[in-house]
């Protein structure tokens, strides 16, 4: 038993502590603004306060921020130690027994996305801009910070301490894919199987005109048909993966086949066999709250069961309102914390935590699953070829299987088809997913609990 020791307890702190000593470190802890409590204990301290002198523990000192409420501007200070970032520093000399930065203070700005509740510089697409956070800037958006502060934490404790025992965090891989558009041609209707002949003639794509009819008459596999061998994939690693459709109407952004397509139906059947299913909400549904509410529905008709997993089409995500709309719909694990324009740690962790909502200063039932790498990311953004795709991909996983952490991919049907734009990203993924897979806990369902 770990004993943490603060003067004033507040929501953040319980909440930050939650997440450090039981989500990441997995230790028996107990939180107490008794000092005679910290004091009877014989075993484990932390000492948490801007005055830790005179108490027997390893001492984290206090910068203030978990005792505030809502928000307002200001930047972290930020100093380097062994490679490794600290926000909320304090003068090295002064942290004789603990940390000479405030780690939970770090922690919690970081995962808590503090900076996205401010005015901030958005993409196109009115989303938060990678190249605005606090990691691109500082130069740490490639690596989960905050799994490298539980371990420093685990490292002195175990230096002040040297019979704490802690169990180590077990690597996973979770794949991911988002169903956009479920095939190129099939199960589109007639009117807009037709309407996209006369466009492919139009453009003079003949070879997508011909195509089109090969495909519907049964004589060719429709190019976004990966699936065989994306269950191929599960049943060779017995590694269950996420998939989230589109069940949006039509639209500018949302262009997948309709949610009442015997097609599509089947598909999403199918997939459900062998993965976990979660909606991937319209870019319509981001300006019309009561478009979620529907789109749950149709695929929970479709599947008959209850849909708690979700992942924002074009990633289209503002906080807090975005986490707010999932949570009065029942969604439990939201997976849209990414960034489309860089691959990394968009919260500067690799675990999957509860959403702390900074509106309401409270920790909600949602858990956020970060992923770190997309496959548009790579090719569209970054525009790397596939070779140097994999390159960004194995130091992404080598950071992870160094925490312990869990190994989120995000990629479309349509991307491993190997042909035209995306010729050899098949590979990619495919030497993603054997060196991910070989590292992978066994009989590990990171969302045994959420179906």
């Known amino acids: 038993m770990i004993v943490v020791f603060c003067p004033r307890i507040t929501h953040r702190i319980e909440y930050v502590t939650r997440l450090v000593m039981g989500r990441l470190l997995r230790c028996k802890w107990q939180l107490t603004d008794d000092p005679e409590v910290a004091e009877a204990h014989k075993g484990p301290k932390i000492i948490y306060g801007r005055e830790t002198a005179g108490r027997e523990g390893l ?12 928000v307002h501007y200001f930047v972290p200070e930020v100093r380097r130690s062994k490679g490794l970032p600290l926000l ?4 090295p000399d002064s942290a004789k027994q603990g940390l000479d930065f405030d780690l939970f203070s770090a922690v919690f700005y970081l995962v808590s996305r503090y900076e996205e ?11 938060f801009d ?14 989960p910070v905050v799994n490298h502060y539980a371990l420093l934490l685990k490292e002195k404790l175990q230096e002040l301490y040297p019979a704490c025992a802690f169990t180590d965090p077990a690597f996973s891989f979770l794949p991911t894919y988002d169903i956009d558009v479920a095939y190129a041609y099939r199960g589109r209707g007639v009117m807009r199987s037709f309407l996209g002949a006369v466009r492919s003639v139009m453009r003079l794509e003949f070879s997508a005109f011909f195509q089109r009819f090969r495909v519907l008459a049964g004589k060719e596999k429709d190019p976004f048909d990966t699936y065989d061998r994306q269950v191929e994939l599960y049943k060779q690693s017995g590694i269950r993966a996420v998939y989230f459709f589109l069940c949006g109407d039509y639209g500018p952004y949302d262009k997948n086949l309709p949610h009442y397509s015997g097609t599509f139906f089947s598909l999403v059947k199918r997939m459900n066999d062998y993965a976990h299913t979660g909606i991937h909400p319209s870019v319509a549904s981001t300006k019309d709250d009561s478009l979620i509410e529907l789109e ?6 479709i599947l008959q069961q209850e849909i708690c997993c979700s992942r924002q089409h074009y990633l289209m995500m503002d906080l807090p309102a975005t986490y707010q709309r999932l949570l009065r719909n029942n969604i439990t694990h939201d997976f849209t914390m990414g960034y489309p ?16 909502d900074l509106e309401s200063e409270s920790a909600t039932p949602l858990t956020i699953v970060p992923f770190a790498v997309m496959d548009g990311t790579l090719r569209d953004y970054l525009q790397l070829t596939p070779g140097k795709a994999l390159e960004v991909i194995r130091k992404l996983l080598d950071e992870t299987v160094q925490v312990g952490g869990m190994f989120v991919s995000l990629w479309h049907n349509d991307s491993l088809s190997g042909r035209g734009d995306w010729q050899g990203w098949d590979k ?13 806990k066994d009989n590990y369902d990171p969302l045994r609990q959420a179906r």
């Open 59 to 70: 001492h984290i000192p206090a910068h203030g921020f978990l005792s505030e409420r809502g």
């Open 88 to 91: 909320f520093p304090v003068d």
């Open 117 to 127: 509740y401010l005015p901030h510089k958005k993409d196109i697409h009115w989303r």
């Open 130 to 143: 990678a190249t605005a956070s606090f990691a691109y800037r500082n130069n740490f958006l490639d690596k």
């Open 296 to 301: 749950l529905s149709r695929l929970a008709n």
């Open 341 to 356: 324009s860089q691959p990394g740690f968009r919260a500067s962790i690799c675990t999957p935590y509860p959403f702390y």
């Open 428 to 440: 990619v993924y495919e030497e993603m997913y054997r060196l991910a897979s070989l590292k992978h």
